[in-house]
């Protein structure tokens, strides 16, 4: 009788032995897929942190007394409203960065005028619902 047991639990043994290689591949596989998600968060991560480094030295220019660095200010913005980085709360702030300017006139104009104002649309690609 206890030659069975040992003889049955030797056959477990073997199974779990034939085992253990798939285990480990699976094991492998799983940290695999875990590293990947890891690495295009992180890339992610680090273009939307350089996409708002880039919103800020924008916003710095618009508010120079330099109207060339004012207008370069407000072209980096709308370029950067475009962006795939620039989700929704992004554009909404890139419209009220801009709400002062189209109050007033064109801030890309350096003569003052209001020939190629621009509209939150335009600075949002079209995707403001709320008009300024």
């Known amino acids: 009788m206890i030659t069975a047991t040992g003889a049955s639990s030797s056959g477990w043994l073997d199974v779990l032995a034939n085992l253990g290689p798939i285990a480990t591949g699976a094991a492998a596989l799983v940290a695999l897929i875990v590293g990947i998600g890891t690495v295009r968060q992180r890339r992610d991560t680090d273009r939307r942190e350089q996409w708002w480094k880039r919103a800020q030295w924008a916003l710095e220019l618009t508010l120079s007394d330099d109207p060339a660095k004012v207008a370069r200010g407000y072209s980096v913005l709308t370029y950067l409203a475009g962006s795939d980085l620039a989700g929704a709360d992004e554009q909404d702030l890139l419209v009220?960065?801009?709400?002062?300017?189209?109050?007033?006139?064109?801030?890309?104009?350096?003569?003052?005028?209001?020939?190629?104002?621009?509209?939150?649309?335009?600075?949002?690609?079209?995707t403001d619902t709320a008009s300024p």
């Open 96 to 126: 009220a960065a801009w709400e002062p300017a189209l109050e007033n006139d064109d801030p890309m104009s350096e003569d003052g005028s209001d020939d190629e104002a621009a509209t939150s649309e335009e600075i949002t690609g079209g």
